[in-house]
C-alpha cells in the first residue's frame, strides 16, 4: 500500500470525486485521506442532478437540488476532516446533465483532471450484475485514470 500510495501522490494532482449520497462516498474519501497526505491535491467533489429527458436541462428541479448540496456539504465536512484539506484544495460543484457519466466526463476534461475516485456498488440488472451506467460510462470515456471503489458485498 506504501509504494502505491507514493506513486498515487506523485501522479494525482487534480482529483475529481463524484458523490451520490451513500456510504461509498465516505470510503472513497477515506482511501483518498490515506493516499494523498503529503503533497498538496486539489479535489473537486462533484454531485450531478440527472434532469430527465422530459424536462428542459434548466428545469428548476428543487428537491434535487436541495438534496446535492445537503450531500456536497456533507462530504465536504467528511473530506476537511479526514483529508485536512486547505480551503483552496478542495472545492464542491453541483451539476444538472442528462447523464451524470457524461457530467463527470466533461467536468474531468474542463478540470485537466488527473484522476476520478468513484465508488461502484453492484446491481442487478436484467438478471446480470453490474455496476451501473454511470461508472461504465466513466470507465469507457474518461480522460485521465479511473480508480473505482466497490465496496464489499453483504
Request: net charge negative; aromatic share 4%.
Amino acid at each position: 500500500m506504501r509504494d502505491i500510495a507514493r506513486e498515487m501522490e506523485a501522479i494525482y494532482r487534480r482529483v475529481l470525486v463524484p458523490v451520490n449520497g451513500t456510504a461509498g462516498d465516505r470510503r472513497v474519501l477515506e482511501i483518498l485521506g490515506s493516499v494523498v497526505q503529503k503533497q498538496p491535491v486539489g479535489i473537486t467533489l462533484i454531485y450531478v442532478v440527472e434532469v430527465p429527458q422530459s424536462m428542459p436541462l434548466d428545469a428548476e428541479l428543487p428537491d434535487e437540488i436541495e438534496k446535492g448540496e445537503a450531500v456536497l456539504a456533507e462530504a465536504e465536512a467528511f473530506a476537511r476532516q479526514r483529508l485536512a484539506a486547505k480551503g483552496d484544495l478542495l472545492m464542491t460543484e453541483l451539476l444538472q446533465a442528462r447523464s451524470a457519466g457524461a457530467a463527470i466526463v466533461d467536468e474531468a476534461i474542463e478540470r485537466n483532471a488527473n484522476a476520478i475516485v468513484m465508488a461502484a456498488t453492484n446491481r442487478l440488472k436484467y438478471g446480470k450484475i453490474t455496476m451501473g451506467e454511470t461508472v461504465v460510462y466513466v470507465l469507457r470515456n474518461a480522460p485521465c485514470e479511473v480508480v473505482v471503489v466497490r465496496q464489499a458485498l453483504d
